[in-house]
């Protein structure tokens, strides 16, 4: 087991490697995913959020050791970045790896727990949440400053951004990082990261709104294209259901 941990928590190293080596065993469990688990740890009165990512195939625990970096590694590394350029992310802690002859077998990343008072994803499936509409439009000028900050997040979805309201003001945190890129965003790029976050044409027309009020861009243009990414990433979804459906049996 290999482990980096950030400059601020060196000290605890032992105790951060005491957790990865007993995750099975110990924590508080979070999230149970088909792929990842997610536990919760206490440190000196900090809780912690420790993600296990599901071991690899075959060819990707070599390419995660020789090739590529680990999903452990980017989440992050990815959070490191997205600091430095001010936008909101769990203050992250360490990453460990575990090999073997071949390659990498688990990993695990480790940040701050956030407790957060919603999702994206209440905002869809809460039409009447309270500040809706205006919570939408500093979700979209979040994300615009991401955008012009050169992020481009792959799991832009409902659950991956945290909100923190405090005294009617809201927060944002990304969580889920290990897919991004840093490059400068053409405009069909950023609108096609809105495709994952709703099937809700009123609340894709909010966004346009005000994504194009911030671009200086058509709101007409901006809505279109904003629509089509979205409508194009739920046909792919429904393809997919219907291949695994046919072939697999799954649901």
Same mark, same amino acid.
């Given at each position: 087991m290999k482990g980096t941990v950030h400059p601020s928590s060196t000290s605890k190293y032992n105790v951060?490697?005491? /957790?990865?080596?007993?995750?099975?065993?110990?924590?508080?469990l979070f999230i149970k995913g088909h792929r990842n688990v997610i536990k919760l740890f206490n440190l000196e009165g900090?809780?912690?959020?420790?993600?296990?990512?599901?071991?690899?195939?075959?060819?990707?625990?070599?390419?995660?050791?020789?090739?590529?970096?680990s999903k452990a590694r980017r989440s992050y590394e990815f959070a490191n970045?997205?600091?430095?350029?001010?936008?909101?992310?769990?203050q992250p802690i360490a990453y460990f790896e575990r090999f073997n002859l071949f390659g990498i077998t688990d990993s695990y990343y480790i940040c701050e727990h956030l407790k957060h008072d919603l999702t994206y994803r209440d905002l869809v499936i809460q039409p009447?949440?309270?500040n809706h509409e205006e919570i939408l439009r500093k979700f979209t000028r979040f994300t615009w400053d991401m955008h012009e900050k050169g992020i481009y997040f792959k799991d832009h979805s409902p659950g991956n951004t945290l909100i923190v309201e405090n005294n009617n003001t809201y927060e944002f945190y990304l969580v889920d990082l290990n897919r991004m890129s840093f490059?400068?965003?053409?405009?069909?790029?950023?609108?096609?990261?809105f495709a994952r976050l709703t099937?809700?044409?009123?609340?894709?027309?909010?966004?346009?709104?005000?994504?194009?009020?911030?671009?200086?861009?058509? /709101?007409?243009k901006t809505?279109?294209?904003?629509?089509?990414?979205?409508?194009? /990433?739920?046909?792919?979804?429904k393809r997919k259901k219907r291949?695994?459906?046919?072939?697999?049996?799954?649901?």
């Open positions: 951060l490697l005491s /957790f990865v080596n007993n995750f099975k065993t110990d924590g508080i900090t809780t912690l959020n420790i993600k296990s990512f599901k071991k690899p195939n075959f060819i990707n625990q070599i390419a995660y050791r020789y090739f590529r970096k970045i997205l600091l430095k350029k001010n936008i909101g992310t769990p009447n949440y309270k490059t400068k965003l053409d405009f069909k790029a950023r609108m096609k990261s099937p809700k044409k009123e609340m894709v027309r909010i966004m346009s709104d005000e994504y194009a009020k911030l671009s200086e861009e058509d /709101f007409e809505y279109q294209l904003m629509w089509y990414y979205t409508n194009q /990433f739920r046909e792919r979804s291949i695994k459906q046919k072939y697999l049996g799954k649901k």
